[in-house]
């Protein structure tokens, strides 16, 4: 695991890609909001990324989950332990992130895979990262109020349920962007296409929901993706989510 690629979009926004991930930070005086968090042996990444812009964990105002699978909160418990912070996501997502249940796929569902491509190397990379780690963030809790979040960014809660039943995306209409978590992705070691795309099916806990959140993203004013996994995504989001269609579609 080397060091984060840290990618400005926005005065204020960055999109930190870290072990086949990615989380964003938000940037405001002396205050940071961190949207997801990346796996357990990502702890040192996430502190990384903030320090290369300025910032300590003891200045995250709040960290906002997209969901709870353990590429995107494996590190909150490390990170909780250098600061104090609130932890938010939407009610159905914080029961999922403090392991009153759990909708993410199986070590089964990825050996059965290992001779696709790139799913190998993929494998073996989250694996160090702490991919089979059980991680519970028992801190987490609902958003205060609807949005705007009084937070740096004034992060916006959009409900997109489907990859998880309480997953969140946060718009972002400062900067023109939004954080599409695993809902809307660009790349992913495992897929041969990259651009706006939905994730393998066998990622999601229900696929079909998944698809019909991008209803939700396409009337949003935002041309940049800051996905869960790939590059940030300049364009009109409409075309972005007509691609991702498109693509589901042809994988039928």
């Not at 790139?118 to 089979?132: D, P």
Request: with cysteine.
């Amino acid at each position: 695991m080397g060091a984060p690629t840290v990618t400005q979009v926005a005065d204020g926004t960055y999109l930190v890609g870290g072990t086949e991930v990615n989380w964003t930070v938000l940037t405001d005086g002396d205050a940071v909001t961190l949207i997801d968090a990346g796996y357990p042996g990502d702890e040192h990444l996430v502190v990384e990324s903030l320090r290369s812009l300025g910032y300590r964990p003891e200045q995250i105002a709040a960290v906002l989950i997209t969901h709870a699978h353990i590429d995107h909160v494996g590190s909150l418990p490390g990170l909780l332990r250098r600061g104090t912070f609130p932890v938010h996501t939407s009610e159905q997502e914080a029961r999922h992130a403090r392991r009153e249940y759990l909708e993410q796929a199986t070590t089964l569902d990825v050996v059965t895979r290992l001779w696709r491509p790139g799913y190998l190397g993929w494998s073996l990379a989250i694996t160090r990262a702490g991919a089979t780690k059980h991680v519970r963030v028992p801190e987490a809790r609902p958003f205060p109020g609807p949005g705007p979040l009084d937070l740096p960014g004034h992060p916006v809660p959009v409900p997109t349920p489907g990859h998880t039943s309480g997953h969140t995306c946060y718009h972002l209409p400062e900067a023109g962007a939004l954080v599409t978590g695993d809902t809307l992705i660009t790349g992913h070691r495992t897929s041969p296409v990259s651009g706006p795309q939905l994730v393998t099916p066998f990622f999601s806990h229900d696929p079909a929901a998944t698809l019909a959140s991008l209803d939700v993203l396409e009337p949003l004013a935002a041309d940049v993706i800051l996905p869960g996994h790939g590059p940030a995504h300049r364009g009109p989001l409409k075309e972005a989510t007509a691609l991702a269609r498109e693509r589901a579609a042809a994988t039928r």
